[in-house]
């Protein structure tokens, strides 16, 4: 479920982000979902990594979900508005189907993790990631 604006936030930059947010969802009626697959050297899972999926509106980035990996380093069932999926059958839109997100990956022994993704409509995202030990 995506993440409610904060409520004791009542300045008018918050209004404008939520207002910018609500024309989002109205323009992106599609949903896609996302899968993160965190391990550390590609091969060892890492539980309890926190997963965030974040989009910028103006000057504000948003936290849409925020979620931990599982035993096995997976973040899933994560559902996030997307462009409909007609887009990506004609030439004009094709190349602006994808709705993009920013994805961050943090776990006290790793090294932060950030990248942008693009999720489609009736698409499940998977986006393996794979995290480096801080150096002591």
């Known amino acids: 479920m ?11 930059a918050q209004a404008d982000t939520n207002e910018a ?27 309890q990594a926190r997963v965030e999926v974040t989009r910028r509106f103006g000057d504000t980035s948003r936290l849409l979900f925020k979620n931990v990996t599982d035993v096995s380093g ?36 790793y090294i932060p993790f950030e990248k942008p993704i693009s999720v489609y409509d009736g698409i499940e995202t998977i986006l393996p990631v794979a995290l480096e030990p801080y150096v002591r």
């Not at 995506?2 to 008018?12: E, F, R």
């Not at 947010?21 to 539980?47: E, S």
């Open 2 to 12: 995506l993440n409610s604006p904060n409520p004791s936030d009542s300045s008018a």
């Open 21 to 47: 947010f609500r024309q989002f969802v109205l323009a992106h009626p599609g949903r896609g979902t996302l899968k993160v697959q965190v391990t550390t050297a590609g091969l060892f899972p890492v539980p």
């Open 74 to 109: 997976i973040a899933n069932n994560m559902v996030l508005p997307a462009l409909p999926a007609s887009y990506s059958q004609t030439a004009a839109t094709a190349r602006s189907s994808g709705t993009e997100y920013t994805v961050s990956v943090y776990h006290p022994s």
